[in-house]
Nanobody
């Protein structure tokens, strides 16, 4: 089992920035992979960015060049720096990890991009 503490969501104007944080209750090395997903109203949940099990960092095409995922292993925390936000980035953002016992999701944090 793993517990999550997500934070950083909110309301921002188009072109603005936000930084999401997701702190885990377990050592980050417990996880095969970890990352961020999002779900907009009426749409399926989709990958935003992740640290893969092969050691690569993946981004969806829609956020490449604008979002950056990072990690602080000592704090068992991952981050998502989101710049140049667009209204279509509005969604609930979730962190997710995979480990030997299965996959686990955070509770989600709302990001709204609107003028």
């Amino acid at each position: 089992q793993v517990q999550f503490a997500e934070s950083g969501g909110g309301l921002v104007q188009p072109g603005g920035s936000l930084r999401l944080s997701c702190a885990f209750s377990r050592n980050i090395y417990s996880f095969y992979n970890m990352g961020w997903y999002r779900q907009a109203p009426g749409k399926q949940r989709e990958l935003v960015s992740m640290f893969s099990s092969s050691g690569t960092i993946d981004y969806s095409d829609s956020v490449k060049g604008r979002f950056t995922i990072s990690r602080d292993d000592a704090k068992s925390t991952i981050y998502l720096q989101m710049n140049a936000l667009k209204p279509e980035d509005t969604a609930v953002y979730y962190c997710k990890v995979n480990m030997w016992s299965g996959e686990y999701w955070g509770q989600g944090t709302q990001v709204t991009v609107s003028s």
